[in-house]
């Protein structure tokens, strides 16, 4: 059975930090391509950024670049969020995600369609 974890949300003040985790069980997740979506109050879900199963790619939506760092450790079976700088508007439930497979062009990774296993999510909360 396959399981994403989240950890790391809370509540933070305005230009904090968090770092958010997402642990993987029950699949090799060191041969897929992982991401991290969010989704506010009456929003829908949306790409914040995406990693390739090695690390050698990352991608990241424009209002993170610059703030947000995504990192994985295929050892642990972990993927990674830094969030630097935060905002108000970065509130939401954010979610990790396992792609269905890797995908040949690098704007699929911004799809949750290209996804097939999620977690549960955690909360972040931004105060201004």
């Known amino acids: 059975q396959v399981q994403l974890v989240e950890s790391g949300g809370g509540l933070v003040q305005a230009g904090g930090s968090l770092r958010l985790s997402c642990a993987g069980s029950?699949?090799?997740?060191?041969?897929?391509?992982m991401g991290w979506f969010r989704q506010a109050p009456g929003k829908e879900r949306e790409f914040v950024a995406a990693i390739t199963w090695n690390g050698g790619s990352t991608y990241y939506t424009n209002s993170v670049k610059g703030r947000f760092t995504i990192s994985r450790d295929n050892a642990k079976n972990t993927l990674y969020l830094q969030m630097n700088s935060l905002k108000p508007e970065d509130t939401a439930v954010y979610y990790c995600?396992?792609?269905?497979?890797?995908?040949?062009?690098?704007?699929?990774?911004?799809?949750?369609?290209?996804?097939?296993?999620w977690g549960q999510g955690t909360q972040v909360t931004v105060s201004s």
């Open positions: 995600a396992v792609v269905r497979s890797n995908p040949y062009y690098s704007s699929s990774y911004y799809s949750p369609r290209q996804y097939d296993y």
């Open positions: 029950g699949r090799t997740f060191s041969n897929y391509g």
